[in-house]
């Protein structure tokens, strides 16, 4: 097993250890109605973001505000933390908190493979009711070259260098220029390359097999050597595809928190909706003039 993946079997050994802390990125309403992993305690990527931004993905910048609430949710620097959802009822959540994690310093953090899919399927051990955190101290050591801002990605997109590749997690549909809700324009930014984030899991929710997301990897474009830049809607499913790509043994990964939430809302910038390209132009004809009377 992959060292930032653990199995179910795994953490079920060492779901009683007090440096475990099991976080479950599923919504709130799914941890309290449906059950979660005994133990676990709950956490949205909802809550770590900038509470005075209108864009949705930005991460909150105060390292000091964030440092409380992961302390507060019992995530220390000396334990370990598993992160899990439900694979096929979310946008990349457990993604999201691994590379959050990763990027405020943390050493030693773990996405369940399969996460409560497969969990429940095995009928591993569960409980109800709200958490219980265990408080712990979180110091963080941001590491800055797992983020990217919009001024740089705006580099990237009017100077592309064949070093760096520009991926969109999005769908298809989104990328070619469906219409996203609460965002002003459709498309995806120039020189972008598309990559789903929903194919690299297998039916039980676990990832694919390494050869299988290369290959994926490598169709959609982008070479091992190469720099990449994750974007999607609002960082979340990016995070996923960001996950992915470590997995896959990809060195130069960045994540875009602002996305599409930012770069669709603000009209300097440059996009290219393929939809649009795509319709047939619209023929404007004269009116016909009124017979002169006299």
């Not at 609430?69 to 009822?89: E, H, M, T």
């Not at 958490?131 to 712990?136: G, Q, V």
């Given at each position: 097993m992959h060292?930032?993946?653990?199995?179910?079997?795994?953490?079920?050994?060492?779901?009683?250890?007090?440096?475990?802390?099991?976080?479950?990125?599923?919504?709130k309403m799914a941890f309290m109605a449906s059950g979660h992993i005994t133990r676990a305690v709950a956490a949205t990527w909802h809550d770590f973001s900038d509470p005075q931004s209108g864009i949705k993905g930005l991460l909150d910048p105060d390292i000091g505000r964030l440092e409380k609430?992961?302390?507060?949710?019992?995530?220390?620097?000396?334990?370990?933390?598993?992160?899990?959802?439900?694979?096929?009822?979310n946008w990349g959540d457990e993604g999201r908190m691994y590379w959050m994690l990763t990027y405020l310093g943390h050493p030693n953090v773990r996405v369940l493979d399969g996460g409560w899919v497969k969990w429940s399927k095995e009928m591993r051990?569960?409980?109800?009711?709200?958490?219980?955190?265990?408080?712990?101290?979180?110091?963080?050591?941001?590491?800055?070259s797992l983020i990217t801002a919009k001024a740089d990605v705006k580099k990237l997109a009017t100077a592309p260098s064949p070093g760096v590749v520009i991926a969109d997690a999005r769908s298809a549909d989104e990328y070619q220029g469906a219409h996203q809700q609460g965002i002003a324009r459709s498309g995806h930014i120039p020189t972008a390359v598309n990559v789903p984030w929903s194919q690299f899991c297998n039916p039980d929710g676990t990832v694919k097999p390494m050869d299988k997301i290369r290959a994926l990897l490598e169709k959609a474009g982008i070479a091992a050597e190469q720099e990449v830049v994750c974007y999607c809607t609002g960082g979340v499913r990016s995070a996923w595809l960001y996950f992915i790509l470590k997995l896959a043994g990809y060195e130069k990964v960045k994540n875009y928190p602002g996305s599409w939430w930012e770069w669709g809302n603000d009209y300097t910038l440059p996009v290219v909706n393929l939809k649009e390209q795509a319709r047939p132009p619209v023929q404007r004809t004269m009116p016909n003039k009124p017979p002169k009377t006299h």
């Open positions: 060292p930032m993946l653990i199995t179910t079997e795994e953490l079920d050994a060492i779901l009683e250890r007090d440096d475990v802390v099991v976080v479950d990125v599923r919504s609430k992961l302390g507060a949710l019992g995530i220390g620097n000396d334990r370990q933390v598993v992160v899990y959802s439900n694979p096929f009822d051990r569960f409980e109800c009711g709200p958490a219980s955190p265990r408080p712990a101290v979180f110091k963080a050591q941001v590491d800055a």
